[in-house]
């Protein structure tokens, strides 16, 4: 399944549409292009939900897999990136059953840690927020935290969409969203302190 | 209104869900953040995580990702009865062995349980060796792991010093994760072999071995494929 240039070139002037019919028919040079334009983006999500890089390699293989054989149902009613972030979303729910992996419980009353931390240390001066050292910190959170923070606010999914996703009520989801970024917070504060003291 | 209120509403406040709210308790929280600059600067945290969460950096799988699925697509695609079905197997086999290590849930571990049993009650093993010599303890002490192991690993010995001989020019992300794959097969390699030292003819344990082989095959073929 070697590339050839000149139907690369003719391949990346299609849309995204355009290459899923013809990868629907079996096109590989079409579905090499699809491939590439949006592995990253399926890779860093899968990776981002199971922080974990060989876990996420095979579940993009998995999922690239999978697009191959239902990409012909795809109809081009909405963004084909929807589409398949949707996609992948659901493969890696499917994996995380399969796992057993649990949401954290919740109460919706409960107070939580990081809550109560803050009200007894207050916060800091804002500061800005390192993309990279957010990254390594969403890594850290618990996988119900980590899975709803980043339907929500890395992928923009509706707490509707996510509650639906998750089997979870649309108020777990806020609160599980809220005890996540409460949590990050104080992973990244942990992380500019122990860059101090080192600096010292 | 108490800090610990505000704190809690903090997030539906950030992301203009206060439908829930009445326009006074909206005001009670706006009230709220310009008299307590502790709550002030946690609310700017937050916001400052929620902006950063949409700009975060995109990750890059390892580059021989497209030749494995591009290679497994291919393998579907001429037949479901075929070749397909073969690679989709020892692929199964290789997802099961990666997730092996810390993935296994009750349910899979009791499954695990007795199809060891269905093995051991139906005498599979000798079905699985039937036309090949069986091992014995000292083979696998002495690192034979299938009776034509050593056909297999001279194989591919003689494909990885070819590889080994260009290594030296691929960038070191390529370097690095091609090592990562060896170590990755290496390391399942040596837990069949323990494996086997209880029970050299243990015939799951014998496929296994075939299949890791098998997947070791693959990369080297892969990346001579891909002119490395």
């Known amino acids: 399944m070697t590339t050839d240039g000149t139907n690369n070139v003719a391949s990346n002037s299609l849309s995204d549409y355009e290459l899923a019919q013809a990868s629907a028919r079996g096109d590989m040079q079409a579905f090499e292009t699809i491939y590439k334009r949006h592995h990253r983006r399926v890779y860093s999500l899968c990776l981002r939900m199971v922080a974990n890089a060989t876990e996420a390699e095979d579940l993009t293989q998995e999922v690239f897999i999978q697009l191959f054989r239902k990409i012909g149902s795809f109809r081009g009613e909405s963004a084909f990136t929807t589409w398949l972030h949707r996609l992948t979303v659901n493969h890696v729910l499917m994996h995380f059953r399969k796992r057993g992996v649990r949401l954290e419980k919740t109460t919706e009353e409960g107070e939580i840690g990081e809550i109560q931390d803050f009200l007894q240390a207050g916060a800091e001066r804002p500061r800005f927020v390192d993309r990279i050292a957010l990254d390594k910190a969403i890594s850290e959170l618990p996988p119900g935290y980590r899975t709803v923070f980043v339907l929500h606010d890395v992928e923009g999914f509706e707490h509707e969409e996510v509650a639906n996703m998750l089997g979870v009520s649309v108020g777990t989801s806020k609160s599980q969203l809220h005890k996540a970024r409460m949590r990050l917070r104080q992973l990244l504060n942990k992380k500019t302190d122990t860059k101090k003291e080192t600096k010292k | ?228």
Request: proline residues 4%; aromatic residues 6%.
């Open chain 2, 1 to 228: 209104m108490e800090c610990r209120a505000v704190v809690s509403s903090l997030s539906d406040y950030l992301d203009g869900r206060n439908i829930w709210a009445s326009d006074d308790e909206v005001e009670r929280i706006e009230t709220h953040l310009t008299n307590c600059p502790t709550c002030l600067n946690l609310k700017l945290e937050l916001s400052e995580i929620k902006n950063a969460a949409r700009e975060l950096p995109v990750h890059t799988p390892p580059l021989a990702l497209w030749a494995r699925i591009s290679k497994a697509i291919e393998a579907e695609v001429p037949s479901e009865n075929g070749p397909a079905r073969e690679t989709q197997n020892a692929s199964g086999w290789w997802g099961w062995l990666n997730s092996r290590k810390f993935t296994f849930s009750l349910p899979q571990l009791a499954a695990a349980g007795a199809f060891v049993a269905i093995l051991i009650v139906a005498g599979i093993s000798g079905i699985f060796g039937a036309n090949q010599a069986p091992l014995n303890f000292q083979d696998v002490r002495s690192g034979l792991l299938l009776p034509e192991e050593n056909e297999i690993k001279a194989n591919l010995e003689h494909r990885l010093d070819a590889i080994n001989a260009r290594k030296a020019q691929w960038d070191s992300q390529r370097r690095a994760d091609f090592e990562q794959h060896m170590n990755k097969i290496d390391e399942s390699l040596k837990l069949c072999r323990h494996m086997l030292e209880g029970n050299p003819n243990d015939a799951g344990h014998q496929e296994m071995v075939r299949a890791l082989y098998d997947e070791k095959r693959r990369l080297l073929e892969d990346v001579e494929r891909l002119k490395w």
